[in-house]
T-cell receptor, first 114, second 112 residues
Framework: GENVEQHPSTLSVQEGDSAVIKCTYSDSASNYFPWYKQELGKGPQLIIDIRSNVGEKKDQRIAVTLNKTAKHFSLHITETQPEDSAVYFCALRSANQAGTALIFGKGTTLSVSS | NAGVTQTPKFQVLKTGQSMTLQCAQDMNHNSMYWYRQDPGMGLRLIYYSASEGTTDKGEVPNGYNVSRLNKREFSLRLESAAPSQTSVYFC???????????FGPGTRLTVL
């Protein structure tokens, strides 16, 4: 089945710096790409998503970019703050999959130090 | 609105015991999901219910059964727990199958 590779697995930045997390995939029929933030002891929460007919989407300090040709999508967080510290998961949904399952990457632990 | 709720929050079982994890949502969503999360892994889909009255297997269904009790509730049953089922279990729901998924707080299960 489809696989999503997420890098890096851990990322440490200083407050105010930018953070970038990248995911690559192989199924060209993938058409929906959400990003989830999971804080300690909580369930994942959707922070931004993008569909395959869009190349970039922004929401305040967060942006997602999609390169369909290269089959990768990235999460960009600018002006990082300590409260951005969490585990971030990329995910995707493919039109080739039976049902509507999301396939998740293995996660990136982001640490923002002040 | 409470969103997606799960009970219990924590559970310890012995190998071979059975239990049911409960999930309920108050958002009038049609689709519901069960995932498991293991250290260093992403979330993997166990079962899902695209709409009331239907259930389908996900990526890792072996050792589990589900019941879509009604539109609000979707339960996950372990008939004979094994140590390999030690994990954190998340329930999620979405308005329809292709919409945003909302997750519950999780159930941390340990099988000894």
């Amino acid at each position: 089945g489809e696989n999503v590779e997420q890098h890096p697995s851990t990322l440490s930045v200083q407050e105010g710096d930018s953070a970038v997390i990248k995911c690559t995939y192989s199924d060209s029929a993938s058409n929906y790409f959400p990003w989830y933030k999971q804080e300690l002891g909580k369930g994942p929460q959707l922070i931004i998503d993008i569909r395959s007919n869009v190349g970039e989407k922004k929401d305040q300090r967060i942006a997602v970019t999609l390169n369909k040709t290269a089959k990768h999508f990235s999460l960009h967080i600018t002006e990082t703050q300590p409260e951005d510290s969490a585990v971030y998961f990329c995910a995707l949904r493919s039109a080739n999959q039976a049902g509507t399952a999301l396939i998740f990457g293995k996660g990136t632990t982001l640490s923002v130090s002040s | 609105n409470a969103g997606v709720t799960q009970t219990p929050k924590f559970q310890v079982l012995k190998t071979g015991q059975s239990m049911t994890l409960q999930c309920a949502q108050d958002m009038n969503h049609n689709s519901m999901y069960w995932y498991r999360q293991d250290p260093g892994m992403g979330l993997r889909l166990i079962y899902y219910s695209a709409s009331e009255g239907t259930t389908d297997k996900g990526e890792v269904p072996n050792g589990y059964n589900v019941s879509r009790l009604n539109k609000r509730e979707f339960s996950l049953r372990l008939e004979s727990a094994a140590p390999s089922q030690t994990s954190v279990y998340f329930c999620a729901s979405s308005e329809w199958a292709y919409n945003e998924q909302f997750f519950g707080p999780g159930t941390r299960l340990t099988v000894l």
